[in-house]
């Protein structure tokens, strides 16, 4: 995608679910020079179809550089990690900036605009597959399973896996709306892989709310045979792909 002389494309997509990986290429305008020693940020985000924004949506994510100026000055590679409350697939990914750090400290903006009142400017939009590998999600059934820790009861409404990490909605009966749940899958040769402690919760009381967490690294579903949700183990039958 090509905009005021920036030009962003995917080489590379990775995502289910909730979880999307994308390797970009940045070449921005001639004469901008990019260095291996500087640190850069992405001003992201995700566009969801105004359908879908019936509840609050969260979102959180990340840039990471692999080349800076290494092939052309002015070409930037990195890879941008997004986690989000709802489903991606059918969604937008938007990049609005990017903003440079000098060894020194000092920021600049190398490409993007912003409006004191309209917000940003500027944004390339990438749009993501509505069937986003659905051929590698797990959607076993969860309504009804419930944990008890202390005061409060957690419900699970419905669950998918992929090989990413787990995505859960839930209702909740006790005074900790965000309470945070261990998470592994069981493989078939007895081994465990436990999914990351950094735990993304979002939403109501009233319409359920959802959590996620992310694998270190992708995992072989076909290898795994249960979901270790706290101390409640849910069978995976591979059959419940979706």
Known sequence: VEHYGVTITPLRLLGAKNRLYLILEIRAPEGTVFRPDETYQLFDGMRVPEERRTEMLGCS????VLEA????????????ETTTSFDIGGCSYLVRALYRYTPDGEQETVFGGWDSEAGPTDSWEFPIPEDLNRDQLLEPDVEGLAMTDGGKTMTLLSMSVSPLGVWWKYRLDGEDPWPRVRVALRMRDGS????????LTMGDMGSGCTASVDFAKPVDLSQAEAVLWGDVEIPLEQGSEK
Do not use: D, K, M, S
Request: aromatic share 4%; hydrophobic share 40%; glycine share 20%.
């Open 69 to 80: 100026g290494t092939r052309e000055p002015n070409i930037l590679v990195g890879v941008a």
């Open 61 to 64: 994510g990340g840039f990471t």
């Open 192 to 199: 465990e892989v436990e999914a990351a402690l950094g735990q």
